[in-house]
Structures are given as structure tokens and as C-alpha cells.
């Protein structure tokens, strides 16, 4: 049994069973892939993939358990490499973050700089995508920290803290009517062209559920990943927009206007998740607390403890 074995039995269940897509993964060719699976099977004695000829379809119920060995084996391996780095040089190596535009853009920056001035060894890396690619490449290894307001808070593997609480606003093209309106309420936006963010990214099904609580089905006549992309389409007079208040800055974004409008929709809550059994360098664990003051090192470590007992 060796570490190549267990590499391809774990990308072998992450790549749907395909075997040329488990080659290109682990630069090796697909014969190669075939033989590490049947040489690993044939030394514990155990079939851990169901087949059909020569298509690997799914995992056997042995494969599914020892898929969860190897992972976990893979893990600490992973994370002996960390302590030795950690302790080879305590200020410098890699950090790797998985986060939404909109984190990245209007929430980061402050953490990013006060870290990149503690820390200027260390090579910083942004990571940007959906908050279902955020919490897999957490998964899988590829990220040390996740920051997202959707899903990382749902996955079990994941430990996650909350870092801050936000709303959503309306935003209008300069001299919009809607203005004037005091108090604003959904149903003076509701028959409007809205532009907003897309299903899944940045709240919006907290902006979806505070319309239908109401029994109101709004115009939304166009959607997109990140507010930059809104407020320029709402600056055209293309619609009004619903945005995370935070991405709206007065001094620059002078061709639309905030609405009093935050009492419209619910709090949203944006996380900070590791995961559960990861070795963390130290100067992760500064890049949590420049986030929030209250995520120590010792609360982050014993809150893994008490997961782990």
C-alpha cells in the first residue's frame, strides 16, 4: 500500500469513477489508474469498486468505508507536511482562501492589508467562486480558510464561526422616484425591473423568501455574480437593484443612489469555516482573529477538541 494507491482511490470517487479524469488529475495514464486499484485490491483483499466490465460504476460497501480511511490518512499526512512547515518557519509559507466576490471585494481588504503587514512572507492566495466550489475546495484540501454567507455553515465536515452580520439594500439610478418614498416598503419595488445577485450567492434566497412572505413574485429582469456588475447596470437605468449595503459606497458610486431600505429583508450572516481535523498553520489563525477579534486561536482549537470527543 502506498500513497499513490490511496490518492487514486480518493480522486477516483471525487471524478465520478472516470478513470481518463483520474489519469489527467494525478499526471498519470489511465492503465496506471487500472493497475494502482487492482494492485491495491488485490493486497487487503477487498473489492472496492463495483464494475462493469472494465467502467468502474460506484463504490462497494467496503470501498465507501475504506474511501473514509484514506481520506482521513491523506489528511494527517497532509498535515504532518504543515507541522513540519509551521515549524521550519513560523512567518512563511502559503494561505490559501476560498470566498465570494463580494467577500472579497468589500469585506476582505482591511483583514487582507493588516495581514499582509504582519505577515509579508507569507504568499496570500484568493481563491474566488461559488459558495458550493468554496466549501469543496475546503473539502478537498485546497483551501485553508472559507469565508461565504451560503452553505459552508450547512456542511458537517466544516467548522465554521460566524464573522459578521449584514443586510440587503436598495440601490436606484439618480433621481429615481422611489427616493422620495418614506417608509419604503416591498410592495413599492415589487412591479419594478430589479437586477440583483444570482440564486445561491450573496443572500438572495433571503431576498426570494422576504418577497414571498409577503405573496409578492417580483421583476427580476436580470441577475449577476457581484454587485459591481448591479450597481453599473443600475447606473444605465436599467432597473433598481438589491445589493449587500455594504457594497455601496456614496463617494464613488455617484450615478445611483441608496435607498432607506434595510429594514426590507432579514440579517444575513457571513462565516469563517475550516475543516474539521486540518492542521493550521499559526499565521491562519492570525488571519481568522484580524477578522473577528473574538476567533482565538484557543477558542478555534478547543472548539475543534470538543468536536472531536
Request: proline share 5%; glycine share 6%; charged share 20%.
Amino acid at each position: 500500500m502506498n500513497f499513490q494507491q490511496l490518492r487514486i482511490v480518493r480522486e477516483t470517487a471525487r471524478r465520478g469513477f472516470n478513470l481518463t479524469a483520474v489519469g489527467n488529475a494525478l499526471f498519470t495514464s489511465q492503465s496506471g489508474v487500472s493497475k494502482h486499484i487492482k494492485d491495491l485490491e488485490d493486497e487487503i483483499g477487498l473489492e472496492l469498486f463495483v464494475r462493469r466490465g472494465k467502467r468502474l460504476l460506484g463504490l462497494t460497501e467496503p470501498g465507501r468505508e475504506v474511501l473514509t480511511m484514506v481520506e482521513r490518512m491523506l489528511l494527517d499526512a497532509a498535515n504532518i507536511k504543515r507541522l513540519a512547515e509551521q515549524y521550519a518557519s513560523t512567518d512563511a509559507g502559503q494561505l490559501t482562501i476560498a470566498t465570494t466576490h463580494t467577500q472579497a471585494r468589500y469585506a476582505l481588504p482591511p483583514v487582507v492589508t493588516a495581514f499582509r503587514r504582519d505577515f509579508p512572507k507569507v504568499h496570500l492566495k484568493l481563491h474566488q467562486g461559488s459558495p458550493a466550489e468554496i466549501a469543496q475546495m475546503l473539502l478537498d484540501g485546497e483551501a485553508d480558510i472559507a469565508v461565504a454567507t451560503e452553505t459552508i455553515a450547512a456542511v458537517p465536515e466544516l467548522l465554521s464561526f460566524p464573522y459578521y452580520s449584514w443586510h440587503h439594500a436598495v440601490i436606484a439610478p439618480a433621481g429615481h422616484p422611489l427616493a422620495a418614498v418614506r417608509p419604503l416598503a416591498l410592495a413599492n419595488i415589487v412591479d419594478c425591473p430589479i437586477i440583483t445577485y444570482h440564486e445561491g450567492f450573496t443572500g438572495r434566497a433571503r431576498v426570494d423568501s422576504a418577497f414571498a412572505a409577503e405573496g409578492l413574485a417580483p421583476e427580476i429582469v436580470m441577475s449577476a455574480l457581484d454587485a459591481d456588475v448591479i450597481k453599473a447596470y443600475v447606473g444605465l437605468g436599467l432597473g433598481i437593484g438589491i445589493i449587500a449595503s455594504m457594497a455601496y459606497d456614496a463617494a464613488r458610486d455617484t450615478d445611483i443612489v441608496l435607498l432607506e431600505s434595510l429594514h426590507l429583508f432579514p440579517e444575513n450572516i457571513t462565516h469563517i469555516a475550516v475543516r474539521r481535523g486540518q492542521y493550521l498553520r499559526g499565521f491562519a489563525y492570525r488571519f481568522m482573529e484580524l477578522c473577528s477579534p473574538e476567533l482565538t486561536e484557543d477558542r478555534i482549537v478547543s472548539s475543534l477538541a470538543v468536536e472531536q470527543t
